[in-house]
């Protein structure tokens, strides 16, 4: 009889045994295929994304199909908060309005303020000469502060200045002080107006040529010993013909002299 292959029987006996093994044994573990859809929103627990940035009007994660909160805010200016301020779509076209500034005379005890984006100086000839605007005041008297407009308000005309003026003459009497009010010589006695609860004497000065040059209300009073004086010049050149300009306008001038006025209204004495 013909043996047996001993190759026939490692298959006939090894082979199913292997294939049982396999069938009975643990299952193969494998990685589940990695998703691309987005978690859901349902979905609880830590998670190894970097977090949403915080929103100060929306602390939740914005969601990126809708507009960012904080550009796309609709309500009212006076709603806004700090990042929408901030925000570049939300800013307001023109530039921010400068905070008002203080001068303080300390030797004097005088404060008043000013529009932060006006020019200002504490010395004579910085910025403009105060005897040519000033022309009653004495040549004793000493200018202390001066703030003027910063640019033009009404470049097709002939304005060219608008100041307001701080000067102390010392060793100065009621009448002598009384008396800058009143130029020039011959003038109408000046009005008593009252600025911080104390009445100062309110002449008006003018300078003419061809056209009226030089507007100056004088507002003077006597304090501590000194006569205490404001100046509102307004300045003005000539020609307006020949440079294609238009004089300016009484309105024109009342707004002028408003603003001028305005920085007047401001003026606070220390207290004793």
């Not at 800013?91 to 005379?105: I, K, Q, V, W, Y």
């Not at 800058?180 to 006695?189: F, H, L, R, S, V």
């Not at 107006?193 to 507002?219: K, L, M, S, V």
């Amino acid at each position: 009889m013909e043996q047996p292959s001993y190759g026939l029987l490692f298959f006939a006996i090894f082979l199913p045994l292997a294939v049982l093994l396999m069938q009975t044994g643990p299952p193969l573990i494998t990685a589940p295929a990695p998703s691309l859809a987005p978690p859901s929103p349902s979905q609880s627990g830590p998670s190894d994304r970097p977090a949403a940035p915080f929103s100060r009007l929306n602390p939740a994660a914005p969601n990126p199909s809708a507009p960012n909160p904080e550009v796309a805010h609709t309500g009212s200016p006076t709603s806004l908060t700090p990042a929408v301020l901030a925000s570049p779509a939300s800013a307001p076209s023109g530039p921010t309005p400068l905070a008002p500034r203080t001068f303080h005379d300390p030797k004097w005890k005088l404060s008043f303020a000013y529009p932060g984006d006006w020019i200002f100086a504490l010395k004579d000839g910085e910025i403009s000469t105060f005897h040519l605007d000033a022309r009653s005041a004495p040549h004793n008297s000493t200018l202390r502060a001066v703030t003027a407009f910063p640019e033009n308000p009404f470049p097709a005309s002939t304005f060219s200045g608008g100041y307001v003026y701080f000067s102390v003459t010392p060793h100065s009497s009621a009448a002598a002080c009384s008396a800058q009010a009143t130029y020039p010589a011959g003038a109408a006695k000046p009005a008593e107006d009252q600025i911080a609860g104390i009445p100062f004497a309110h002449g008006h000065d003018q300078q003419r040529q061809i056209c009226t040059t030089e507007r100056d209300d004088t507002y003077t009073t006597f304090h501590n010993g000194a006569c205490y004086r404001f100046d509102l010049a307004i300045n003005n050149f000539c020609g307006g013909e020949v440079s294609g300009v238009k004089d300016i306008t009484p309105r024109e001038l009342d707004q002028v002299r408003a603003r001028l006025e305005s920085i007047l209204s401001t003026v606070q004495f220390d207290p004793k």
